[in-house]
């Protein structure tokens, strides 16, 4: 690979279409190799606009503008990172000969969990929960009887946790349905699901490109309305349970197709494994790896679309945890004490323009070399500090 600067005629340019914090990780990795890059998203002063070579403020949805800067800035690579996108604008712009990361046809699956599902499931015959697609509150009644109490309800499309609830009986239902209804995204249909009493989930992410399909130590993590709180690697697992985790992530990236990093999500009861998700991107457990890997998922992610061996080395155990803000503000403060800081801990400040309830704005990152539960200590002890009850 022949290696130039940015800003030169034949700079090799990289677009990212979503510049949160996983975007922002994922452009100072690709600056790292000289790489010129592009940062697209919806609002201003982004985390990835700040560290990007150019950056681009349009309203993601809109398939004429999508489309419009992906052909007007040329890029070699484009990396769609959030979900909230117009998919007709990816398709199309493949069509035209961009290099879609890993393929449209993946992320218009990913972005809908009934297209994943019924490809997981009715295709690649994968185990999963039970579920059922419904359009109006009556047909969700109907669901949740069917499927039981408890169940877990929320958007075919939205992202981060964004409208999903849990009905623990009849009297919940009109509940979820509304939260469903307000959230992020398209919620014009909703999805049903079989609550699995597992014992613990995980993410296997997993990078994949003409070097083969490597595995990163299984994550666990903490969840709370579906959005990620607290994540730790490795996460104790048997060794059947590992091995079916790898096969299940295996055939359904496999499937996918292309090369990158995905987030595939599982739930794990004893040694049977499910399947529940997957991210054809870096994925928010996933942040961890900035200090328990030679290589994070942002640099594997990298690696492998620009074809690079993947080989990397695991440190020892780590936890992650999210800081979020506790109020509404147009200039957000982040007061972080100095015992947050030592030899294996430390935090990363998104840089987000501001706030909301709720909102990440930082992550506490802790290593350990002997066990994931001392990391994971200190990580909610730095946590603790900013917000309690978490």
């Not at 890059?37 to 949805?61: C, E, H």
């Not at 004429?64 to 990816?90: C, F, G, R």
């Not at 009297?171 to 249909?189: C, F, L, P, T, V």
Request: proline share 4%; with cysteine.
């Amino acid at each position: 690979m022949k290696y130039i600067a940015p800003f030169k005629q034949n700079s090799k340019k990289i677009m990212l279409l979503g510049a949160g914090e996983l975007g922002k990780e994922v452009i100072i990795e690709a600056s790292r190799l000289g790489l010129e890059t592009i940062s697209v998203d919806s609002y201003k002063d982004a985390p990835g606009s700040l560290v990007a070579n150019r950056s681009f403020v349009i309203d993601m949805k809109d398939k004429n503008k999508l489309l419009d800067i992906i052909k007007t800035q040329k890029p070699d690579i484009v990396l769609p990172e959030i979900e909230a996108i117009n998919i007709e604008a990816i398709i199309e712009a493949e069509l035209l000969g961009f290099n879609i990361i890993p393929n449209a046809n993946a992320i218009n699956l990913t972005m809908n969990r009934k297209n994943i599902r019924v490809f997981a499931c009715e295709k690649l015959g994968l185990k999963a929960s039970a579920y059922k697609f419904i359009k109006s509150l009556d047909e969700l009644k109907v669901a949740c009887e069917d499927i039981g109490f408890p169940c877990v309800i929320k958007p075919v499309m939205s992202s981060s946790g964004h409208g999903q609830t849990v009905a623990k009986s009849s009297d919940d239902i009109e509940n979820s349905w509304n939260i469903a209804k307000e959230a992020r995204g398209d919620s014009s249909e909703l999805i049903v699901e079989e609550f699995v009493k597992f014992d613990y989930e995980i993410t296997l992410l997993t990078v994949r490109n003409d070097y083969g399909t490597v595995f990163c130590e299984p994550i666990g993590h903490i969840q709370k309305d579906g959005d990620y709180i607290f994540s730790w690697q490795p996460c104790d697992m048997s060794t059947k349970a590992k091995e079916k985790s790898k096969l299940i992530a295996k055939k359904i990236t496999d499937g996918l197709g292309g090369c990158g990093i995905f987030g595939v999500e599982l739930f794990v009861k004893a040694d049977e494994v499910y399947f529940s998700e997957v991210s054809p991107r870096p994925h928010d457990t996933g942040m961890v790896t900035m200090i328990t890997q030679s290589q994070s998922q942002f640099a594997l992610h990298i690696r492998a679309v620009l074809g690079l061996p993947l080989d990397f080395v695991t440190y020892g155990a780590g936890a992650s945890g999210a800081i979020k803000a506790l109020e509404l503000s147009s200039n957000p403060v982040l007061d972080i004490d100095d015992s947050c800081f030592d030899k294996n801990s430390f935090i990363r400040v998104f840089g987000k323009p501001n706030s909301k309830i709720g909102r990440r704005m930082a992550v506490a990152l802790s290593y350990s070399k002997d066990s994931y539960k001392d990391a994971l200590k200190k990580v909610k002890e730095i946590v603790k500090k900013f917000q309690d009850g978490i």
